[in-house]
């Protein structure tokens, strides 16, 4: 659907919600948990680079998703808690590029850098 | 800033790049203008050019927008969710999703849809992909991963430009006043980085 006047795109199209609103559940949740919606999030993860594998995920928060949280959290400049808080939340349900964060374990997004360099930041900051 | 395993580009030699649309249809002049502009904010930091094609058939680019799967193995989602995706050089291929509320030619700030989408700033990221950047942390940059809706972010920063210029160097007439690209990587982690959705 293209727009050239922002006032004239329909509302029906604000009533259609994302797929990944459903995320909007599992805020709150973690390391150790059992949750409906889990394999979802963790095919999402997987989607995007951060859990590897193919298919057949569960609904446990186990120590494979509790890794790719606490990565995407480095990621997209978050808290690293490795629970799915509600900040991590509202940012992994906001629209995105297709393109994978991570193939193959190897980012050049936060994750993937040294702490040598985080270190140095962290002084230079102070 | 970060680049493509192997850290791919277009090779030296075939700077000037011509896209195309696939299909035509639906395409109006202001869809074109868009694009045009998206591509004018790499090419005036870079040596790179861009001219528009009629014959995607031969065009080192191909746009296109397409509804859920289309040929490439990462169907789309419908509205929001994934909003487009673009292959890593020489591919060339580049595919949004027809399903979104594409605002062309209008402030997007002043909708008051919770689906708008401002098709430059995609266009803008995903032209990133196609020319051998990755994703960025930097959520100012242009090719930090997420978009919100009625936001519209088309501005190169420095991050961009110091990941663009390492590829393929500074425009010879001048980078339009960007900030000065450093020596090499600012990335640690010593490898080439991230990778495309193929």
Redesign the interface.
Known sequence: HFFTNVSSIPPWLNATGSNWESFHNLSGHHFGQRVDGLNRLKSYLHYFGYINGTSNFTDDFDDALKSAVETYQKNFNLNVTGSLDNHTVQQIIKPRCGVADIVNGTSAMNSGKSNATSSFLSIVAR | ???F?GEPRWPEGHYDLTYAFNPEE?I?D??RGVFARAFDRWSKVTPLTFELSTSPNSADITIGFFNGEHGDG?P???????????FSPPSGRFHLD???????????N????????D?ES?AV??IG?LLGL????V?ESIMY?????RTRKVELQSDDIMGIQYLYGANPAGNNGSSTPSSGRE???G???????S
């Open positions: 800033y970060a680049f395993p639906n109006t202001e869809i990462e789309f989602d419908g509205i929001l969710g994934t909003l487009a995706h673009a027809a399903a979104e509320s594409w605002v062309v030619d209008d402030d997007v002043k909708s008051t849809s919770l689906a708008a989408i098709l995609v990221h995903e992909h990755g994703h960025s942390s959520e991963p997420a978009i919100t809706t990335t640690s982690d490898g080439g980085a991230l990778i495309s959705s």
